[in-house]
């Protein structure tokens, strides 16, 4: 039990010993002093109530309402962060999935586990297995559905450098949400494909014909 709480039920107890005993008091006085003491009673116990019982009633309230599932998922981030510094990426991914069995609709987490994957344990396979098997549990809404698929699309180019894939996955953004935004995006980032399979095909040949030379020289 928290200090707060222990706090606010000691003053709660407090408030009513001392309006019984008020109470009791005011009982055997006057009539003209029972209302004078009904008076002051009244607005001390207003005061107390807008002071102390109103904010604990909507602490409680809103805790109710939020606090649980979102004190459970930012501990969940925090722990799977903490994990990540130390290195301990098993241990990041297993947080993560724990927030996918409280929200599996939440595209998020998956996300997240299969950047570990590909960044951290160098295995973008395991992250396109993680993203694809995500995308394919369920019919998404569309953001979260093409969330899911610019992610796969930056797997395939990025760390494996499949540059027809990742193309083949935003042209399947363009087809399944025509006249979006993300379709508009997807437009985008196919220039940004070409441009870096270019660049990327002339570092090789680059690299090649370094190394032919240095066996020449050899």
Not at 63 to 89: F, H, P, R, W
Not at 93 to 101: A, F, Q, R, T, V
Not at 139 to 145: E, G, L, M
């Amino acid at each position: 039990m928290n200090q707060q709480l222990v706090t606010r039920i000691c003053i709660a107890l407090l408030v009513v010993i001392v309006g019984l005993l008020l109470w009791k008091q005011l009982m055997q006085a006057s009539d003209g002093m029972k209302l004078v003491g009904f008076i002051l009673l009244g607005g001390v116990g207003g005061i107390l109530a807008v002071k102390y019982l109103l904010p604990w009633i909507g602490d409680a309230f809103g805790e109710s309402l939020y606090s649980s599932g979102e004190v459970t998922e930012q501990d969940e981030m925090t722990k799977a962060a903490a994990c990540i510094s130390q290195g301990n990426y098993e241990g990041a991914i297993s947080h993560y999935e724990k927030m996918l069995d409280d929200k599996p609709d939440d595209p998020f987490p998956v996300a997240e586990i299969a950047k570990i994957h590909a960044e951290r344990l160098h295995d973008p396979q395991s992250a396109l297995v993680a993203l694809s098997n995500h995308l394919q549990s369920r019919d998404w809404p569309v953001d979260d559905a093409a969330f899911i698929m610019f992610r796969i699309s930056e797997v395939y180019m990025t760390h494996l450098h499949d540059f027809g894939a990742a193309r083949d996955m935003l042209e399947q953004v363009i087809g399944n949400f025509p006249n979006t935004r993300h379709s508009a995006n997807a437009h985008h980032k196919i220039t940004e494909i070409e441009q870096a399979e270019f660049a990327y095909l002339q570092s090789q040949r680059a690299k090649a014909a370094a190394t032919a030379a240095e066996q020449q020289a050899s």
